[in-house]
Nanobody, 116 residues
Framework: QVQLVESGGGLVQAGGSLRLSCTSS????????MGWYRQNPGKEREMVAR???????TYAESVKGRFTISRDNAKNTMYLQMGSLKPEDTGLYYC??????????WGRGTQVTVSS
């Protein structure tokens, strides 16, 4: 069982920045991939950014050039640096991890609210 704990959410004005962190109870080098997803009430959860064990990254089109995903294996922590934030970036951001058996784990989420 992998436990994921997110932190770093909050209220920020449009144009501002935030950095989200996700700390894993498992060694993250043992995970196939990790990612950030977000969800708003009444909407489906959507992928924001994802990074594989090999370092390949994928971003939603809406955040390309503004968000950067990274991982620190020594700290067992993944980050999402968010810049030039827009009100449409508001949501509950979840950390996701997938092991090499394709089993997925989720954190409880951290709220990001961007005011206009």
């Amino acid at each position: 069982q992998v436990q994921l704990v997110e932190s770093g959410g909050g209220l920020v004005q449009a144009g501002g920045s935030l950095r989200l962190s996700c700390t894993s109870s498992a060694k993250i080098f043992s995970l196939n991939a990790m990612g950030w997803y977000r969800q708003n009430p009444g909407k489906e959860r959507e992928m924001v950014a994802r990074v594989t064990s090999g370092g390949s990254t994928t971003y939603a089109e809406s955040v390309k050039g503004r968000f950067t995903i990274s991982r620190d294996n020594a700290k067992n922590t993944m980050y999402l640096q968010m810049g030039s934030l827009k009100p449409e970036d508001t949501g509950l951001y979840y950390c996701n991890a997938q092991n090499f058996l394709r089993v997925e784990y989720w954190g409880r989420g951290t709220q990001v609210t961007v005011s206009s």
